[in-house]
């Protein structure tokens, strides 16, 4: 039969507290019937007491294991006490003369209602755990999947590659296989002349033969009739064999290797085209910055700036207030390079290429371009509308501000797309790298 204690303790155990004695030496066994923990000693009664010996009687362990309430253990300090108390301010389990000793003034609870609480809270945790887990395992999962898909595609391109490889050797082989037939027919042709050519020769050295051997046995044998015969052939004969000619023969080849071009092999094979943004779903990149990644560029002789368009981090182009010139600046405001122009310009931008598009300070309809090799050409003529602002956007398109509500969209030929509108008159414009445009509006300068 469960005692008072027992009772007491009915929702719980106690690991270091035998039901029976109260002892708390070899406290290893609990009973899932009577809910008690029970010593090495007091076991043995219970399994044979009349009423308690078909309880279940498990090791502790093995009920621990298996999710029984489990009491905290007995105090340390106060021998024989339970620890049923709970310090909200220490976070402490007590037993009552721990909470009379030091804890008094103190918040404090029942251990079962707190157990109650910490329970529900590891609920709660458990299941913001699991939520989590589910979306790191699907995070995870697309991961893998856009890590394939980005292979696979990496296979594709692997293979278009090839593919141009094999395409271009085999033009190179059908041109240089044209250049070797071309050289087999001229060896075929010179075999042919000097087999010609042989034959001749061989047969005049044949017949100047006999006409010696023929000279030579009558001029021993000194016959009148076959001498004069003899005599009449050689003034007929010998005038045709004209060994001083000379045969007629094939200059050889020579081979002129041509040039090789980089670039234009570059241009045939191809270029990788890679998305600046990777994920659909991201409407803008962040960069943080200090001051280790900014860089600072002097203004040369206090000028005031028109404009400014970095070529590279040492560099930029810069247009002066009423100057007609360009120049190129490094980091310490040292000009390094200047353009005349005949007009003073406004707002530079840089295409893919490398040009440098130019709008004047005037508000001409007029854009003008800055090749690689410095010669200024117009780039377009946008009449009726002024050019004002100008940018480049990551597609090759130029936006063109016209201080109107209406910006123009052109290519890189200088031919209008499209227009679109903004909500005043547009000056400064940029082209971000999501593919908006930021404008600045107002009346100008």
Not at 148 to 165: G, M, P
Not at 215 to 230: K, Q, R, Y
Not at 281 to 294: G, M, N
Not at 403 to 412: A, D, E, G, S
């Amino acid at each position: 039969m469960a005692s008072k204690l027992s009772i007491r303790r009915a929702q719980v155990h106690v690991p270091e507290t035998c039901a029976w004695c109260e002892g708390i030496q070899d406290v290893t066994w609990y009973c899932k019937d009577c809910q008690e923990t029970l010593c090495v000693r007091c076991v043995e009664s219970h399994q044979r007491a009349r009423k308690t010996r078909n309880d279940v009687v498990i090791p502790i362990t093995v009920a621990n294991k298996r999710g029984e309430p489990v009491l905290p253990e007995v105090c340390k300090t106060h021998r024989g006490k339970i620890c049923d108390l709970y310090c909200c301010d220490c976070n402490i389990v007590m037993c009552a003369m721990c909470f009379t000793e030091k804890h008094k003034q103190h918040n404090f609870k029942n251990i079962e209602e707190e157990i109650d609480l910490q329970k529900q809270f590891m609920q709660d945790q458990l299941e913001i755990l699991i939520s989590k887990l589910d979306n790191s395992i699907d995070n995870l999962s697309k991961r893998h999947e856009g890590s394939k898909s980005f292979k696979e595609s990496v296979d594709l391109v692997r293979q278009n590659v090839q593919t141009q490889r094999l395409k271009l050797k085999a033009e190179v082989d059908s041109i240089a296989d044209s250049l070797l037939a071309e050289l087999s027919s001229l060896v075929e042709e010179e075999e042919k002349s000097h087999k010609q050519d042989c034959k001749s020769h061989e047969q005049t050295i044949t017949e100047i033969k006999q006409l010696i051997r023929d000279v030579e046995w009558n001029t021993e044998n000194m016959f009148s009739t076959s001498m004069f015969a003899l005599t009449r052939k050689l003034r007929n004969t010998i005038p045709l064999y004209d060994v001083a000619a000379q045969s007629v023969l094939h200059s050889p080849p020579h081979f002129m290797p041509g040039q090789l071009y980089p670039d234009q092999l570059k241009a045939m094979i191809g270029s990788i085209q890679v998305r600046r943004l990777i994920k659909e779903d991201i409407a803008y990149q962040k960069k943080e910055f200090d001051s280790k990644h900014i860089s600072t560029f002097r203004v040369p002789q206090q000028d005031q700036i028109n404009s400014i368009c970095p070529i590279e981090d040492t560099h930029v182009w810069m247009s002066v207030f009423a100057s007609k010139k360009m120049i190129k600046v490094n980091k310490n405001g040292k000009v390094t390079e200047s353009v005349s122009l005949d007009f003073n310009p406004w707002c530079l931008t840089v295409t893919n290429t490398e040009e440098i598009l130019i709008t004047c300070s005037v508000g001409s309809p007029l854009i003008y371009k800055l090749s690689l090799d410095r010669r200024v050409t117009i780039f377009t003529d946008i009449s009726p509308l002024e050019a004002h602002g100008i940018s480049v956007s990551d597609s090759d398109e130029v936006l063109v501000t016209t201080h109107t509500k209406t910006i123009q969209v052109l290519n890189m030929s200088g031919e209008r797309i499209r227009q679109i509108s903004c909500g005043g008159n547009g000056l400064s414009i940029v082209c971000l790298t999501t593919g908006h445009i930021a404008v600045a509006t107002g009346h100008g300068p």
